[in-house]
């Protein structure tokens, strides 16, 4: 699941266990009540997501989404959208501190986030939805195409390419890469720290937010264009 | 005019001919068309590959076709304008990966011709990039600088759209306007084939990948459909 902890005014949530973190409504209804209690904590002032274990997040649970495809895919999708409006959404800047692989939906929460910072080694980005021949919803496009250069989102979504933490670096995709894990994550602290440092005022942050990013939460929020699943999808 | 051909499961479409390859209906029509010939046979290609012959790659629209007959001018730049359009529209909705093997200058619409790809490939040894619109003086309408935006990093937006910097292939690579740079057209068009013979071998669902294109772009696409809906703002100063 997840777990949350307060460094000072930083509050460190660590997407936890040794498996791939996969989205499912439990570990979703899991992370938003931790986003929850950010947002509700009147010193909050900066949140870092980050990872044990080899990966950040391989995205959706698609065996939770196989066991009824009809009914478990949209309340997923619906389920995600809304996680990802909650982390555009909060009060205070965000780093996603990426300490392993992130794919497909587990790349488009570290999308979500301010900042990113990478460690260096054994930690690929992949949107990898186009080799297994799946469609991404508007929404979470919206998302993408607000956080990347124009290069690296063609290379991303029409490449399905597969970046490591110099290359997503040169891309821009991240904002900095470091040695191993450790040394990722007490950046990504630090600059929190930094962040939390500034005082800023909640309300402010987030409408700053909704505004450099036009039209995201509305797309996420909209819950529309169902994510239809074609017959033909290798998984 | 044009050809098409298919080569190692690869359709390349040629601008063909020694001249400037300036866009007038005639020629739209027929890159349409050929354009509606590969979307028919997606199934059977990997990719397609826009070039050139010659020195340019295009320098945009038939200026000297807008001014034919004084008359007609304003009807005529209405008319290019909206079939332009049709064309940018045609190649941002085609059913296969888009790989402009850019062999030579890409002015004003030839610019957008080349932007309106997935990819750009460029020789290395003349040509060159260049949004000519201020030079000239002529508007780029909403659709054009969506695609634009969409494709090109903000950092060069004012160099390239308001001050007409011409952006030869070296350049052109460090800007992220172009994917790779070649010594020749040759080795341009031969490298585009390969990376084309490549994207095949992903064996990509085509439906997938254009709608993922479709609304990777869902932008410029609202943009292209309205201007080819209602008709487009007209070219002054001509």
């Known amino acids: 699941m997840c777990s949350l902890e307060k460094r000072g005014r930083v509050y460190v949530l660590t997407l936890s266990g040794e498996g791939d973190h996969r989205f499912n409504p439990s570990t979703i209804d899991n992370i938003a009540a931790a986003l929850k209690e950010v947002q509700d904590s009147p010193d909050a002032g900066a949140l870092v997501t980050t990872n044990e274990g080899r990966y950040f997040s391989n995205g959706l649970d698609i065996q939770w989404i196989s066991q009824n495809p009809d009914a478990h895919l949209s309340t997923i999708r619906i389920k995600f959208e809304n996680l990802l409006a909650s982390f555009m959404r909060l009060g205070v800047p965000t780093i996603a501190a990426i300490r392993g692989h992130a794919a497909a939906g587990g790349f488009i929460l570290a999308l979500a986030h301010d900042y990113r910072f990478m460690k260096g080694d054994r930690s690929v980005l992949y949107m990898s939805e186009l080799d297994h021949g799946m469609k991404l919803p508007r929404s979470l496009m919206a998302v993408v195409r607000s956080k990347l250069l124009p290069a690296a989102s063609r290379d991303v979504v029409l490449g399905a390419g597969k970046f490591s933490a110099q290359t997503a670096l040169e891309g821009r995709i991240v904002d900095s890469v470091y040695a191993d894990s450790a040394q990722t994550l007490e950046a990504a602290i630090s600059e929190a720290q930094k962040l939390a440092s500034r005082g800023w005022k909640k309300s402010i942050y987030s409408e700053l937010r909704l505004g450099v990013f036009p039209g995201v939460v509305e797309e996420l929020d909209a819950h529309r264009d169902p994510y239809l699943f074609p017959a033909s999808a290798k998984l | ?238």
Not at chain 2, 3 to 14: A, E, N, P, Y
Not at chain 2, 20 to 45: C, G, K, T, Y
Not at chain 2, 104 to 120: E, I, K, P, T
Not at chain 2, 203 to 222: A, C, D, G, H, T
């Open chain 2, 1 to 238: 005019m044009c050809s098409l051909q298919k080569r190692d499961g690869v359709f390349i479409l040629t601008l063909s001919g020694e001249g400037e390859h300036r866009f007038n209906p005639p020629l739209i029509d027929f890159i349409l068309s050929a354009l509606a010939h590969v979307n028919q046979n997606a199934h059977l290609a990997s990719a397609l590959i826009t070039t050139n012959d010659g020195k340019f790659f295009s320098n945009g629209l038939d200026l000297q076709w807008l001014s034919e007959f004084s008359s007609s001018r304003e009807n005529r730049s209405q008319i290019l304008v909206f079939k332009f359009g049709q064309l940018l529209t045609a190649l941002m909705e085609l059913k296969l990966p888009s790989i402009a093997a850019v062999c030579g200058h890409a002015s004003a619409g030839g610019f957008f011709l080349a932007l309106a790809h997935d990819y750009r490939f460029m020789r290395k040894d003349r040509g060159f990039l260049y949004m000519s619109e201020v030079d000239v003086g002529i508007v780029i309408p909403p659709s054009g600088m969506s695609i634009v935006r969409s494709k090109v990093d903000s950092r060069y937006l004012t160099e390239i759209v308001l001050g007409g910097r011409k952006y030869t292939a070296p350049m052109a690579f460090k800007a992220g306007l172009v994917d790779s740079v070649h010594d020749n057209s040759a080795k341009t068009l031969e490298a585009a084939i390969d990376a084309a013979v490549k994207m095949g071998q992903k064996n990509w669902n085509k439906e997938v990948y254009l709608q993922l294109r479709l609304s990777l772009f869902s932008e410029p696409m609202e943009k292209l459909r309205l201007g080819t809906k209602e008709g487009s703002p007209l070219l002054s100063r001509l």
